[in-house]
């Protein structure tokens, strides 16, 4: 495979709008985005359904209340949760719940 191939697959999905603002991976989708928490950031890439239930039920969104929620009603109620926890706390919270965070100073 040419090195110009490679590059050009892994253009898609910019190609394909995801990474614009609106976009799934460019922060539309609540879980794959950086918030802010108590000491520092954190990067949060819950995309798949499993990975996005597990941190809204530790947001303490119910998996049927997110789901009743608007796009930025969730952006707004994981904001809210994440700014009330510490790095260690998130990265604890990670590891305990298999979600796919990464805190950031």
């Known amino acids: 495979m040419a090195l110009s ?3 050009a ?3 898609l999905p910019r190609q394909w709008g995801l990474t614009s603002a609106k976009g799934m991976v460019g922060g539309a989708h609540a879980g794959y985005r950086v918030y802010a928490c108590r000491n ?3 990067a949060v890439a819950a995309l798949e359904p499993h990975f996005a239930a597990r941190l809204c039920e530790a947001a303490g969104l119910g998996s049927s209340a ?3 929620m608007t ?3 969730v952006h707004q109620a994981l904001a809210a949760f994440f700014v ?3 790095r260690r706390q998130l990265d604890a919270l990670a590891r305990t719940q298999d ?3 990464h805190t950031l100073p």
């Open 99 to 101: 979600i796919p965070l």
């Open 84 to 86: 009330t926890h510490t």
């Open 5 to 7: 191939d490679a590059a």
């Open 71 to 73: 796009r930025k009603q």
């Open 9 to 11: 697959y892994l253009a």
């Open 66 to 68: 997110a789901q009743d």
């Open 40 to 42: 520092g950031r954190v």
